[in-house]
């Protein structure tokens, strides 16, 4: 069935690194969504993408759109202790006239040690 | 505003007991939706109402039930549980059905015994 894959699954990294979680669709998507969920909390929502090539930025995180509509990045610059989470994107896949479907990602969950 | 709302926030059953897991939002948002999250596994939807009145399967129905009982409140009911059942269950709502950023509860730690 229609996936979104997510990779890497787990990243573990060094406070100040950088940090990049990739999201991929075998079907183009309608726009796609991050959220980010802390340890023992819920998904809360970051940005939503729906242009083609589409980039946006929130302080040290930036988000971008592929093309093709099928891929979409998460990019973190110089990790902080309070970036610890999991990191999911939902891709938005139309099935025909105003029928959608919300598939998220297995998610990543991005560790930094101080 | 409290957002999302649910209830209970843990919850043990035995194999075959039933019971309903309570959400609701003070946001006036049109749809609202369930999810359960397992390790490893992400979120899948279970049930989702994209207006009042309206209820719909998402991708993991069986053994679930759901009510949208008015704008604000969608409740999850098993009817008899099972231990595959034991999750994290998070209710959500959004403006518009799928299009929107979704607003996500606290969520309901379950265990079934």
């Known amino acids: 069935g229609q996936q979104v894959m997510q990779i890497p699954q787990y990243q573990h990294v060094q406070e100040g690194e950088d940090f990049t979680t990739y999201c991929n669709s075998s079907t183009t998507l309608s726009n796609i969504q991050w959220y980010k969920q802390r340890p023992g909390g819920h998904p809360v929502f970051l940005i939503q993408l729906v242009k083609s090539g589409e980039v946006k930025k929130q302080k040290r995180l930036t988000f971008q759109f592929g093309e093709a509509k099928k891929n979409s990045s998460l990019h973190i610059t110089a990790t902080q202790t309070t970036d610890v989470g999991t990191y999911f994107c939902?891709?938005?896949?139309?099935?025909?006239?105003?029928?959608?479907?919300?598939?998220f990602g297995k998610g990543t969950l991005l560790t930094v040690n101080p | 505003n409290a957002g999302v709302t649910q209830t209970p926030k843990f919850q043990v059953l035995k194999t075959g007991q039933s019971m309903t897991l309570q959400c609701a939002q003070d946001m006036n948002h049109n749809s609202m939706y369930w999810y359960r999250q397992d390790p490893g596994m992400g979120l899948r939807l279970i049930y989702y109402?994209?207006?009042?009145?309206?209820?719909d399967k998402g991708e993991v129905p069986n053994g679930y039930n759901v009510s949208r009982l008015n704008k604000r409140e969608f409740s999850l009911r098993l009817e008899s549980a099972a231990p595959s059942q034991t999750s994290v269950y998070f209710c959500?709502?959004?403006?518009?059905?799928?299009?929107?950023?979704?607003?996500f509860g606290p969520g309901t730690r379950l265990t079934v015994t």
């Open positions: 959500a709502s959004s403006e518009g059905q799928f299009l929107y950023e979704q607003y």
């Open positions: 939902a891709g938005l896949i139309s099935s025909g006239g105003s029928n959608y479907k919300l598939t």
């Open positions: 109402s994209a207006s009042e009145g309206t209820t």
